[in-house]
């Protein structure tokens, strides 16, 4: 989740935040009614309300729609904006939107389950006419040379440090992408679009897309890097290509196993495939026939591993007793307090004091209580 410093910092991407206000400017008019998916701390909201929609939805499942509620009151908008914690798949309303408006994406709109989340509400909470923003983002990748980004993400555990030798976690790292800030002084080829996401229309939420880059100089390939163009409206956008400083997203860059030197006018290929399970993405890339994967950049142990088969049969640990022992007195209606009473009773050794255990019941009452 993030913290009010992180939405700090995305306020202050005005690029974004000045795009996004132009687009709503378009769209909204006095009897609109919005939807703000993933609202946070309630921007957008304020500013549909503020042009005169009729009324605003904001949904978010995190605590920082609080403080949307406190800047509604202090703008004197809270007649027009609802503010719901949850998430949006749990959530029906009344009347359909004739605006949605989102900004869920990650450093890429591949994000957790930012496109199902979209295409649901799209579905459920829009009406035939009703409008998206964003509309559509471009996926754009290019060939980058930087040593710097290599050498910090994949080097520290090829090098010897203090007579240790630290390669068996190398492998990791050259399987995990990172979030970095290139300029277009790095990148060695021309972009080339691997998608379009056109949240009009889009249904799956995954990626396979392949390319062949142009080396338009001489250079050291160090793997792909990978940015939007977001279209909100007519005319209106932003993109967090290299050289957009201010883009709080940044770009993907995907190390290459090995770094591959380029003569100007070679070519090199790159099949690049983005699989979302559960609640994540898992991502492979393939370059000169060697295959990398987010799966292989996970630390995993492999007595856990057959705790996920089918024909596992699973037993509760103390955790889960506790916690099911917990659940079981909510249902009977029982008061926190008495439930933290009961819970340090009844797990003695388990249970460090009645703190933990009023902590413990505590949490469990704010993720499962219906109100």
Not at 40 to 49: D, I, K, P, Q, R
Not at 271 to 279: E, F, H, M, N, S
Not at 346 to 356: L, Y
Request: net charge negative; proline share 4%; charged share 25%.
């Amino acid at each position: 989740m993030y913290t009010i410093a992180d939405y700090a910092s995305m306020m202050a991407d005005f690029t974004r935040i000045d795009a996004y206000a132009s687009a709503l400017r378009q769209v909204v008019h006095d009897g609109s009614i919005v939807v703000d998916l993933g609202a946070g701390t309630g921007l957008f909201s304020l500013l549909a309300a503020r042009m005169g929609a009729q009324r605003v939805y904001a949904i978010e499942p995190d605590d920082a729609i609080h403080v949307g509620r406190l800047l509604a009151s202090a703008n004197a908008l809270s007649d027009r904006i609802e503010f719901i914690q949850a998430r949006s798949t749990e959530v029906s309303l009344p009347v359909r939107a004739s605006v949605i408006v989102s900004d869920m994406r990650g450093t890429l709109p591949l994000f957790e389950r930012h496109l199902p989340v979209i295409a649901d509400a799209r579905e459920r909470l829009l009406s035939d006419e009703g409008v998206m923003i964003p509309r559509r983002d471009r996926l754009w990748a290019a060939i980058v040379e930087a040593h710097g980004v290599y050498a910090d993400h994949v080097v520290p555990w090829r090098d010897r440090t203090h007579g240790l030798d630290m390669r068996p976690a190398q492998d990791l790292l050259a399987n995990t992408w990172r979030r970095v800030r290139l300029d277009q002084r790095q990148l060695l080829s021309r972009a080339e679009c691997l998608a379009v996401v056109d949240y009009r229309k889009i249904a799956g939420p995954n990626l396979d897309a392949e390319a062949t880059w142009t080396a338009t100089r001489a250079g050291t390939a160090h793997g792909l890097c990978v940015w939007f163009d977001a279209e909100l409206a007519d005319g209106i956008g932003f993109s967090n290509a290299p050289d957009e400083a201010g883009a709080i997203h940044g770009q993907a860059f995907f190390p290459f196993a090995a770094p591959v030197a380029l003569g100007e006018g070679e070519s090199i290929a790159v099949r690049i495939q983005a699989t979302l399970v559960g609640d994540d993405y898992v991502w492979r890339w393939t370059c000169q026939g060697r295959s990398q994967s987010t799966l292989y950049g996970v630390p995993l142990d492999a007595k856990q591993l057959p705790k996920g088969a089918a024909s596992h049969v699973p037993a509760l640990n103390i955790e889960g007793e506790m916690d099911l022992f917990v659940l079981s007195r909510m249902r009977e209606s029982m008061p926190v307090g008495d439930i933290a009473r009961d819970l340090l009773d009844r797990f003695p050794s388990a249970v460090r004091d009645r703190n933990a255990a009023l902590g413990r019941a505590g949490d469990l009452a704010r993720k499962y209580s219906k109100d």
